[in-house]
């Protein structure tokens, strides 16, 4: 089984790097892929480039082989919708179990996503649970959830895609708004994101003065 962790990683943290490597073991996946997005769909444009965006990705998973910085959704023009890198992954990885790993903060915002539907027809979504968002009770996004829910990794084992579960990760209350914020203040990353990350955003000059 693969996992997929898609984001504006602006800058990557802790918060990304444990709750992904928590899904990693609890799953047993071969792999996580960490997928910057080049135009987000959703939210305003990332302060950091994203050449600088992925250089930070890469010096944090440097000593992790299971952790592997995908940067298709750079190449492509346009925005960057899950639907299309999931297509794209589905063609290569044709029989493969594949797992897309989101916070519940995200995960709470699925139906407003392109084509949310038809997303779970190419992959599995697993839910990290983060500090202060609870799972949705009613409404359309409930429906979908009784509809595919399942209770434990074994049962994604069996099939490539269609199943949606919640998983228990570290609860970090780190984001990466709040880490910015900080920087803007002449305040201190550091213990939120690994030391080379916090090394490159000193050395580029990055969210300093902005927010
Ligand atoms: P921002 O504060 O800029 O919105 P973020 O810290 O939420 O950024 P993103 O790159 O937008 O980070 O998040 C990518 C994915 O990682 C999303 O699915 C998000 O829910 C998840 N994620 C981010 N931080 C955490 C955390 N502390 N715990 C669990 N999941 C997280």
Redesign the pocket.
């Known amino acids: 089984m693969i996992g997929i962790?898609?984001?504006?990683?602006?800058p990557v943290?802790f918060?990304?790097l444990r709750?992904a490597l928590d899904v990693c073991e609890a799953l047993a996946l071969e792999q996580v892929r960490l997928i910057p997005c080049h135009l987000p769909p959703h939210?305003d444009q990332p302060v950091a480039s994203s050449l600088q965006r992925v250089k930070m990705l890469e010096a944090a998973v440097q000593d992790y082989p299971a952790f592997v910085v995908d940067q298709r959704e750079l190449g492509r023009e346009g925005p960057s919708y899950s639907y299309d890198t999931l297509s794209s992954l589905r063609a290569e990885a044709s029989a493969k179990t594949l797992c897309l790993?989101?916070?519940?903060?995200?995960f709470r915002g699925l139906t407003t996503w392109h084509r949310w539907r038809e997303l779970i027809d190419l992959c599995h979504l697993v839910v990290?649970m983060?500090p202060g968002a609870e799972i949705p009770a009613q409404g359309e996004l409930a429906d979908f959830i009784s509809l595919h829910r399942v209770a434990g990794a074994g049962e994604l084992r069996q099939q490539a895609a269609g199943h949606l579960l919640f998983q228990p990760?570290t609860q970090?209350?780190?984001?990466?708004?709040?880490i910015r914020m900080r920087l803007a203040e002449g305040r201190s990353a550091g213990f939120l994101v690994p030391e080379d990350v916090r090394e490159i955003i000193n050395h580029e000059g990055l969210y300093q003065g902005r927010q």
Do not use: K, P, Y
Request: aromatic share 4%.
């Open positions: 962790l898609g984001g504006t990683f602006d943290h918060g990304h709750t939210r790993l989101v916070g519940m903060d995200a990290m983060r990760v970090l209350e780190i984001s990466a708004t709040d």
